[in-house]
Structure formats: C-alpha cells, structure tokens
Nanobody, 115 residues
Framework: QVQLVESGGGLVQAGGSLRLSCAAS????????MGWQRQAPGKQRELVAG???????NYEDSVKGRFTISRDNAKNTVYLQMNSLKPEDTAVYYC?????????WGQGTQVTVSS
C-alpha cells in the first residue's frame, strides 16, 4: 500500500505562482511514473504533467511553458511549480504514482486563481 500526501494548494491572484508537493510513503515499493491531474467544476479530470523515474516529462498543452514538474526519487516526492497562473487553472489537483500494476492517488488539493 502506498500513501500520497499533497500540499501547497491555495488561493492566488492571476499571474502568481504556487508550488505543489506530493510525498509517497509505504513499504517495499518502487515508483515508476508520477504526476498531476486536475479536475475543474463540471469538467473531466485531465492530465496536467507527468514524469518518469528517469526524468522524462510531458505536459498538457495549456500549461507548457508555465508549469514545471520535477521529482526527488530519494524522497519519493513529486513537485509541480506553477507560474503565470490563470483563472482557468482553478481546479482540484491530484497527484498520482504508478507502482506497477497499480496507480495510487492523493486526496487532492484545491488551487484557486482569482482574476
């Protein structure tokens, strides 16, 4: 069993920045991919960014150039640096971790961007 604990959400004005963190804990696991998805009210959950254990990254088109995903494998932690935030980035952000053959999810953290 793997537990994911997120932190760093909050309220920020448009153009501001936030940094999300997600730490994985448990026993005897090896994490493959990690990343973030988000779900805005009335919308489907979408991938925001992902990162492999080797450091390869991918981003949703609307966040490219503004968000940066990184991970510390020694700490089993993934980060999402969000800059130039826009009101349309408002959503609940969920981190995930792939521990083959399972995917584990965090509890979600609210990010609200005011105009």
């Amino acid at each position: 069993q793997v537990q994911l604990v997120e932190s760093g959400g909050g309220l920020v004005q448009a153009g501001g920045s936030l940094r999300l963190s997600c730490a994985a804990s448990g026993r005897g696991f090896s994490i493959n991919g990690m990343g973030w998805q988000r779900q805005a009210p009335g919308k489907q959950r979408e991938l925001v960014a992902g990162i492999t254990s080797g450091g390869s990254t991918n981003y949703e088109d609307s966040v490219k150039g503004r968000f940066t995903i990184s991970r510390d494998n020694a700490k089993n932690t993934v980060y999402l640096q969000m800059n130039s935030l826009k009101p349309e980035d408002t959503a609940v952000y969920y981190c995930y971790a792939r521990v083959s053959p399972y995917i584990y999810w965090g509890q979600g953290t609210q990010v609200t961007v005011s105009s």
